[in-house]
């Protein structure tokens, strides 16, 4: 039996070992202590607080409903942007970029035709400022990277959004401006702007409260861009909106939307995303302050690892069948559940979900109150299986590598050793019997001369001697 053999059969050893443990170790009863916080009461009519690295749901109000979201469509522009760009490649502003539903009072920083600008120049103008020719001349750039133009991209917005598992969801442009095909809900927002904020780079553009655009080719003058989002930056000096624990977000209005709003906020081991929209100003800002409050106040972050008795570092080394030297699976060391304050960890229950992919064996999915509040996964440890005592040979030495050689060359190379000694063997014999041999052939050679003297005829050596002396 191979080694790989070997170590997949003791993993799966190991895992069956977790799911006995697992089910005699935790009841599935629901406790008593099972509830919910009270909500608050805000004026928006639609909203809805997701804690970012779990999915738990933390308050929603319509959060299905379709609005038209205006401007907090470019969370969307922005990420898609980041992951099919780097931040240095050049955007050149296209005629459409610049003039294209970009007219009147709408909100731009007065770029020009063939004006060039980084991709990363254009994104912090899009977040920060909410530049609507910005929004479409990344998208553009975007669009004609993959091998389409402006409207390759918008495809590209529905698509990720459906892979985001939206279903409120169609847009129909890159920047927001009102169009009656350009819809979304506040779910579904708060799915994209959760999966937004996982990225590195779109949290430091919305976290930003400040940018400067340097001088261009077409723009004499650096452009100075502040964050428009109140409880991060005081925008036109408005201080009472100001949230410590805010870390960005984008703001959104237009006539037919209202005023929409998504922010970020962190506190106590928790990121939690708000999305407000059809809300009337400054009822945005107000309520996603109560919600943030509400949520920081009434949950908690509960790490698994620590909390999990089934599935305890003990737990795990005792379902390491034949492995002396660690568990085969490990828990994920940083993944938490979001419970009420007042609620303990056992009054959370899970369910197993195997058959995930490669690495992981199997993922811990828990509910409390009958909503998910998060979930840790289960993935190979790195330990090797132990090799079987009967065939170890004593060897200490930890750098030791392993190289595979394949049994057609095992063959091949006893063949030619074969050969080599067939004929080291003859050559051996022959010079051994180098001078017997020579001293056989000068020994045929003298009798066969003295033959021919006793033998040959007279007149025959008669003959030859007359030739000779002819």
């Known amino acids: 039996m191979g080694m790989k053999k070997k170590i997949a059969i003791r993993i799966a050893a190991a895992v069956l070992g977790i799911l006995c443990f697992v089910g005699a170790a935790r009841p599935v009863s629901v406790s008593a202590e099972d509830y919910w916080p009270s909500e608050p009461y805000i004026d928006s009519p639609s909203a809805m607080v997701i804690e970012i690295n779990t999915g738990t749901v933390l308050y929603e ?7 038209y979201p205006a401007s907090i469509t470019k969370i969307m522009t922005t990420m898609l942007a980041i992951e099919n760009c780097s931040m240095d490649e050049t955007v050149v502003f296209s005629y459409d970029a610049v003039y294209g539903g970009n007219e009147g009072d709408t909100s ?31 998208a553009e750039h975007v669009g004609e990277k993959l091998g389409g133009d402006y409207r390759t991209f918008v495809d590209l917005m529905n698509e990720r959004a459906r892979e985001l598992g939206c279903t409120d969801t169609h847009f129909n442009n890159a920047n927001g401006l009102p169009d009656q095909e350009h819809w979304t809900s506040a779910h579904d927002m708060a799915l994209i702007a959760q999966a937004a904020y996982k990225n590195e780079t779109f ?6 409260t400040a940018y400067t655009i340097p001088v261009t080719n077409k723009c004499p003058e650096p452009y ?24 960005g977000g984008k703001t959104g209005y237009t006539a037919a939307a209202n005023s929409t709003l998504v922010s970020y906020a962190e506190k106590d081991g928790m990121a939690l995303v708000c999305v407000i929209m059809n809300a009337q100003s400054p009822s945005h800002f107000t309520d996603t302050r109560a919600l943030f409050d509400y949520c920081f106040d009434n949950f908690q972050a509960v790490n698994i690892a620590e909390n999990e008795e089934a ?36 009054d959370a229950t899970f369910t197993l979900e195997t058959n995930i992919d490669s690495k992981t064996i199997a993922r811990l999915n828990y509910e409390y109150a009958g909503r998910s509040v998060g979930n840790a996964t289960i993935v190979t440890s790195g330990v090797r299986a132990e090799q079987n005592p009967l065939e170890k040979e004593e060897n200490t030495d930890s750098n030791i590598k392993v190289i595979q050689i394949k049994p057609i060359w095992i063959f091949l190379i ?47 050596k008669r003959r030859r001697r007359d030739r000779l002396f002819k």
Not at 61 to 67: A, I, V, W
Not at 110 to 130: F, G, I, K, P, W
Not at 321 to 328: M, S, T
Request: net charge neutral; aromatic share 12%; charged share 25%.
């Open 61 to 67: 109000k319509n959060s299905h409903d379709r609005n």
């Open 224 to 247: 100075y861009c502040h964050n428009h989002h109140k409880m991060i930056y005081p925008w036109q000096g408005d201080y009472k909106y100001l949230y410590e624990y805010c870390t």
């Open 311 to 346: 599935v305890s570092d003990d737990g795990l080394s005792n379902a390491g069948v034949l492995n002396n030297n660690g568990a085969f699976v490990e828990l994920d060391q940083n993944a938490y559940i979001i419970l009420p304050k007042n609620a303990q960890f056992s």
């Open 414 to 460: 006893l063949v030619m050793l074969g050969v080599l000694a067939v004929l080291i063997y003859f050559g051996k014999r022959l010079y051994d019997n180098f001078y017997v041999i020579r001293h056989t052939i000068e020994t045929k050679r003298e009798q066969k001369r003295r033959f021919r003297e006793i033998h040959v005829p007279k007149h025959r």
């Open 108 to 138: 731009h920083i007065a770029r020009n035709m063939d004006e060039e600008l980084t991709m990363e120049q254009c994104l912090y103008a899009v977040m920060l400022e909410s530049a609507n020719e910005c929004a479409y001349a990344a």
């Open 203 to 208: 949290r430091t553009i919305t976290g930003s």
